[in-house]
């Protein structure tokens, strides 16, 4: 079960402060900084998902596809930035973002375990 909160943990964060590097003003330290913590969180949340397989007997499920893609997406966003391919970069952040939001999204669903712990 810790898995499970470091996954919530890390992903509640990711998400808010996702929002913030979002809205900041591109290129300065403060959204550089506060989007490498951003990529940080979400690769832990991403990783961490890989251990959390209880709720399906121990086997990996189809939503751990999209841990994968979620690590790949951070790589080539940080590639992108770093290459100057600025384009790319905002395309596969925002990707990786909203993805994340949609997956806390269907986390809530009637029947998933998240929601029968707060619902």
Request: proline share 1%; glycine share 10%.
């Amino acid at each position: 079960m810790g898995a499970i909160y470091l996954h919530l943990m890390t992903a509640a964060v990711a998400v808010l402060l996702g929002g913030f590097v979002l809205w900041a003003r591109k290129g300065t330290t403060l959204h550089k900084t506060n989007g490498r913590i951003w990529v940080f969180l979400m690769a832990v949340t991403a990783m961490v998902s890989f251990e959390i397989r209880v709720l399906e007997d121990g086997q990996y499920s189809w939503i751990h596809l999209l841990s994968a893609w979620t690590l790949f997406s951070l790589l080539a966003g940080l590639w992108a930035a770093r290459t100057g391919r600025i384009r790319t970069h905002k395309g596969f952040m925002i990707g990786t973002y909203v993805g994340a939001i949609v997956a806390g999204v269907f986390t809530l669903m009637p029947g998933r375990y998240l929601a029968s712990v707060l619902f």
